[in-house]
């Protein structure tokens, strides 16, 4: 399902009438905050969080922090509950072995880039880990879980979404208040657009740096200029998917959004190609909504991958290199 309209709005009856059992989901927030660190490893811990729920963009973030830690030769490991996954874990995810259902997509997704462990029990999680090496771990979710010491906490959001209406679950679209949060980050990273990141930037005076960062097409050598297109995505903020293809030059003649993490049954897919067949058009997805794929479609369905792009490449670096720094 997608988040209702009135999480974004300054002013409504519905998120007034919910406040309370909104700040009953705060309070059990704080609560499970107040337990003790279970487990310190001895390598740096970078936690890529968000206060939003869902759809904030993590995943290109995580693969984005990945990247530059192997450019400066440190091979980072990535931890993840595998949310939609099977498994309880820990295990750490073979592309060969397993499937979304197994481990979920975004960690089968992130497994193509770094090693990638899931688990519930992140503790648990982070020893297997650094007994098989990692240099660094990179904590996919995890800001509101204490079980781990944190050497650097980011705050992923939507820049062009903000923390909405500033409420709590179900009143509004955040995990816990924002001030509460921003006291345990180190950095935010807003991603969206130049105008987006400037408009975020002027909403408050936040305590912690603002990182602007921004979603870009890696289209690999193709061209959906003036493509006929029948595009499906079940993201947080499908919209987003389809506004890049529109970008891309692409002609969406259908644009179908799913609910974030949608199994992509063989009825599901067989309508969409029926469609796309009818309607002239090629299947384009987004490489999260790839790997849920049955393999019957994968050969039939374009994807178009996107690649998290730094407003200030230096101070990212500069972040790093201090935690590298100081855990050596």
């Not at 989901?25 to 107040?34: C, F, H, I, N, V």
């Not at 197994?102 to 503790?123: I, T």
Request: glycine letters at 10%; charged letters at 20%; proline letters at 8%.
């Amino acid at each position: 399902m997608q988040p209702p309209g009135f999480w974004f709005r300054p002013r409504s009856v519905l998120a007034t009438l919910l406040a309370p059992l909104g700040a009953l989901y705060a309070a059990a927030t704080a609560r499970r905050l107040r337990q003790p660190v279970r487990f310190s490893p001895d390598v740096p811990v970078i936690c890529v969080g968000n206060i939003n729920i869902g759809g904030t963009g993590k995943t290109p973030t995580v693969i984005a922090l990945v990247q530059l830690l192997q450019g400066q030769g440190v091979q980072p490991h990535v931890l993840s509950r595998g949310y939609g996954g099977r498994l309880p874990g820990p295990v750490q995810v073979n592309e060969r072995q397993h499937s979304a259902e197994d481990v979920g997509d975004e960690p089968l997704l992130m497994a193509a880039f770094a090693p990638v462990w899931v688990g519930r029990d992140r503790a648990a999680t982070a020893r297997l880990a650094q007994a098989a090496g990692a240099e660094v771990l990179i904590l996919d979710d995890g800001f509101q879980d204490p079980a781990l010491r944190k050497d650097l906490s980011l705050v992923v959001v939507d820049a062009g979404l903000g923390f909405g209406n500033g409420r709590v679950l179900p009143a509004g679209p955040l995990r816990e208040p924002v001030a509460k949060g921003l006291a345990r980050a180190d950095m935010i990273v807003a991603i969206g657009g130049p105008d987006q990141v400037a408009a975020f930037r002027k909403l408050a005076a936040y305590p912690v740096p603002v990182l602007g960062a921004a979603l870009k097409p890696l289209a690999m050598g193709l061209s959906f200029h003036g493509q006929k297109v029948l595009a499906f995505a079940g993201i947080g903020r499908p919209e987003k998917f389809f506004a890049t293809l529109r970008a891309e030059g692409a002609v969406l003649l259908r644009a179908e959004a799913l609910s974030d993490h949608q199994r992509l049954s063989d009825a599901l897919m067989t309508r969409l190609e029926l469609e796309a067949k009818a309607l002239g058009a090629q299947m384009v997805t987004t490489e999260k909504d790839a790997v849920r794929l049955p393999r019957s479609f994968r050969q039939k369905v374009t994807t178009l991958p996107v690649r998290l792009e730094w407003e200030d490449a230096p101070a990212i670096h500069l972040a790093l290199t201090r935690v590298l720094r100081n855990r050596a």
